[in-house]
């Protein structure tokens, strides 16, 4: 389920690429949910249960090459 996933503790900021290749950035998510995230076994169950439709989140655009 997911590609990559980073956090940006200044503004509790979490990041998720998923296998899709779409990217999604999650906010005020707490420090202790990314550790919980990265520490559990599974990431995509805690993801869908913890994480998606928890947080507002927003699709991260790629940028255009021109």
């Known amino acids: 389920m997911l590609s990559s996933v980073g956090y940006d503790s200044a503004t509790q900021t979490l990041r998720a690429v998923f296998n899709s290749g779409k990217t999604y950035d999650y906010f005020k998510v ?3 949910v ?8 599974s990431k995509g169950r805690y993801m869908r249960d913890e994480i998606i439709d928890m ?11 021109y």
């Open 34 to 41: 990314y550790d919980e995230l990265i520490a559990s076994e």
């Open 30 to 32: 707490s420090q202790e």
């Open 55 to 65: 947080y507002s989140y927003q699709q991260v655009k790629r940028k255009s090459k």
